[in-house]
């Protein structure tokens, strides 16, 4: 009798490292923004580390549904990436400037706030630091929130400039996180 094969298809979006105009000259000079992808990248790898200090360095164990809370937020923001990731599809690049050519990505997930991958970090990052307990991944939050404030609003410029439509979309859709100043700007 033959095996029976069984294959399930997945439709990633095409990984284009060529494309999203990565080069050893572009983290030297940052021409496409890469040094806020390093800073980025860096932040996050950083959620690696233990907890500092240790909840039970206060003299007490840290709250049961609080953990329960931050891994709820990290899962959370795990599906949210995924949604925001497939919703792409091949405008996805890391870094800020757009791939030329691109299409501008209005619905899905992109409907709801125009940077969904930069607002699911937040929650993953938030959840991390819920579940720990944390400072030293409370300060992670905080500066991830800097950056990919920071790295938004660079890539909004860019997208304004290949996208005439960008301005109206970007008037009627909250950046990051709605109604937060720092993450949620309607006008540059």
């Known amino acids: 009798m033959a095996a029976l094969e069984v294959r399930i298809l997945i439709h990633l979006p095409k990984f284009q ?4 105009g990565l080069s050893w000259g572009g983290w030297l000079d940052n021409r496409h923004g890469e040094w806020w992808l390093l800073a980025q990248l860096a932040l996050i790898s950083a ?3 233990p907890p500092w200090p240790a909840p039970g360095a206060w003299g007490y164990a840290w709250p049961l549904p609080l953990a329960l809370a931050g891994a709820l937020l990290l899962l959370l923001g795990l599906l949210l990436a995924a949604q925001a990731f497939w919703g792409l599809g091949s405008s996805l690049t890391p870094l800020p400037d757009p791939i030329p050519g691109a299409p501008l990505v209005t619905s899905g997930a ?3 706030c125009r ?3 930069y607002q699911a970090v937040l929650l993953c990052s938030l959840g991390v630091s819920l579940a720990l307990g944390s400072l030293l991944h409370l300060a992670l939050l905080l500066a991830l929130v800097a950056v990919l404030g920071g790295k938004a609003r660079r890539e909004e410029r860019a997208l304004e400039v290949a996208h005439p439509d ?3 979309y970007r008037a009627r859709t909250p950046a990051i996180i709605p109604r937060l100043p720092w993450l949620d700007w309607r006008v540059l």
């Open 17 to 20: 490292p060529e494309c999203w």
């Open 110 to 112: 992109y409907g709801r």
């Open 47 to 49: 959620h690696l580390l």
């Open 115 to 117: 940077h969904p991958l």
């Open 166 to 168: 960008y301005a109206a």
